[in-house]
């Protein structure tokens, strides 16, 4: 069994910053990809950034050069430092886990890659 549980979500202003956990629990974080979505109201889920074991990153167009995704394994944690916040980055954040099985940088932008999924955390920016 594998669990997953974000926190550090809340209400910050517009320019802000905020930083985000995900704490895995079952199992250890060294041998999966992790990932962060989000979901705004009455929008799709969609891919913010991921980071494979190795630390190799890939992040969406949208939060380049504002969101950096990172690990401790150490402390099965994965997290997402954002900063520059805009109303627009309003909504629920995921993050996910894949099984552990190789998926090519195309694909982790991709939901169906990720195996394991937290309940998710709201983020609020305020004008």
């Known amino acids: 069994q594998v669990q997953l549980v974000e926190s550090g979500g809340g209400l910050v202003q517009a320019g802000g910053s905020l930083r985000l956990s995900c704490t895995v629990s079952g199992r250890a974080w060294d041998v999966y990809t992790g990932g962060w979505f989000r979901q705004a109201p009455g929008k799709e889920r969609d891919f913010i950034a991921f980071?494979?074991?190795?630390?190799?990153?890939g992040y969406a167009d949208s939060v380049k050069g504002r969101f950096t995704i990172s690990r401790d394994n150490g402390k099965n944690t994965m997290y997402l430092q954002m900063n520059s916040l805009e109303p627009e980055d309003t909504a629920v954040y995921f993050c996910?886990?894949?099984?552990?099985?190789?998926?090519?940088?195309?694909?982790?932008?991709?939901?169906?890659?990720?195996?394991?999924w937290g309940q998710g955390t709201q983020v609020t920016v305020s004008s």
């Open positions: 996910a886990s894949t099984n552990g099985a190789y998926y090519s940088s195309d694909s982790l932008e991709m939901e169906e890659s990720y195996n394991y």
């Open positions: 980071i494979r074991r190795s630390g190799y990153t």
